[in-house]
Each structure stands twice: as C-alpha cells, then as structure tokens.
C-alpha cells in the first residue's frame, strides 16, 4: 500500500471480508467480466480501508447520523479512534457546513496527525466523476463528522442532543469535573440519563432539542 503523506504507515492485515472481495473482484477482472480501470477506485478505498485495519460496509449501506439524515458508511472496525467511517460528502450535504468549512477542518485534522505521527481521522481515495473526470473522495470518522455537524447551521441543537452521551461517557471513565470534549463544554454537574435515554437523544435529530431549553 502507498504510504499517505499525511500519516504514520498501519501495521494491521487485511480483514478477511476485505480480502475476499478483493479477490472476488481481481478474479472478475482476469475473467473479462469488468476491467482494472472500472474497479480502480473500489481496490483503492479497499488499500484505505486496510490501512485503517478496518472492515469494510456492504456497498451503497447507510446509516442515520445524529438525526440529521443518512451518510453513506465506508467501513467499521474495532479501533477506538477509527470505529466507523463515512464518506465526508454524504456528511457535508446532511450537516449543512459550507465546502469552506469541511476544508478547514479537514487540513486542521490532517495537519495534526502529521504533527503527531498518526494515521488522520480524514483520509481520500482516488475515483471518477460522472463525467469521467478524476476525483478524490474523502472519507472522515464519527469525530470529524461530529465536528461538522457542530459548525453546521444547526450546532447549537447537536450539542444540546449529544452532551448527555459525552457527559455519560466521561463518568464511566472516572472524569468528574467540567471539561471540554469535541469542543463541548461538559459540566459535570448537570444530571446525567440512563444510557438507553442518552443514545436515544443522540439520533433524535434538531427538531427534538428545539423542545428544550438550550444551553
């Protein structure tokens, strides 16, 4: 695999479902069925997604995020820092933060790995446009995601949703004083729901925070 300019090389195999349609589509390539030039930009998110000893997602699979509307799903996997990843356009379009804002957080994301020596929490795979034209589709995690959706235009109501969680999350790991997490400040103090009720605030989408006071 490449090495990325903007991270540390991972040392993780393949996942096995991985492999397999790898080899499924290298088979379908030698048998005339599709040609290496139609299937470039699948074996290249396939390098990506190995290199983030991942799992890839069923192809066109979908999931809801934080009430917004649905993203497209790249890949899974049991790495903290990169569990789930999704293809920043589909995160773009349903969060509403403007092309200027994803580009700043994206080099501010790729700027810090580079700092730290770390695979980023944003990473891109080459492909085609409708028109043929070569693209770079960009791929980011549940936390640069987070990080739209809070500089999108409805911010203000994703922090109250997501809050509870985060406060939650930081007591079932022994913090217990205000501190700031995703650039949320968490008061500590504010009552804290059962886990079931905190993940269901979490996708109930803007709409449901606008029922309550705001902080």
């Known amino acids: 695999m490449a090495d990325d300019p903007h991270g540390a090389e991972s040392a993780v195999r393949p996942s096995l479902k991985s492999k397999l349609i790898r080899d499924g589509i290298r088979e379908a390539i030698a048998s005339g069925e599709t040609t290496e030039a139609e299937q470039r930009p699948a074996l290249a998110l ?93 791929v980011c995690n549940w936390e640069v995601a987070l990080r739209m959706a809070l500089a999108g235009p409805w911010g203000a109501e994703i922090k109250h949703n997501v809050s509870p969680a985060l406060r939650l999350a930081s007591r079932s790991v022994g913090i217990t004083t205000r501190h700031r997490l995703y650039g949320i400040d968490l008061n500590m103090d504010a009552p804290v729901p059962s886990p079931e009720v905190a993940e269901h605030q979490v996708h109930a989408g803007p709409f449901d925070a606008l029922r309550w006071d705001l902080p």
């Open 46 to 138: 396939f390098d990506l997604v190995d290199r983030y000893g991942a799992t890839p997602a069923d192809p066109g699979f979908k999931a809801d995020f934080l009430g917004l509307g649905e993203v497209r799903v790249m890949w899974g996997g049991d790495n903290a820092v990169h569990h789930e990843a999704f293809l920043a356009l589909d995160v773009q379009r349903t969060t509403g933060v403007t092309s200027t804002e994803w580009r700043s957080i994206r080099d501010d994301e790729l700027d810090q790995a580079a700092r730290a020596g770390m695979l980023p929490r944003v990473s891109s795979f080459p492909a085609a446009g409708s028109d043929g034209t070569p693209v770079d589709l960009w």
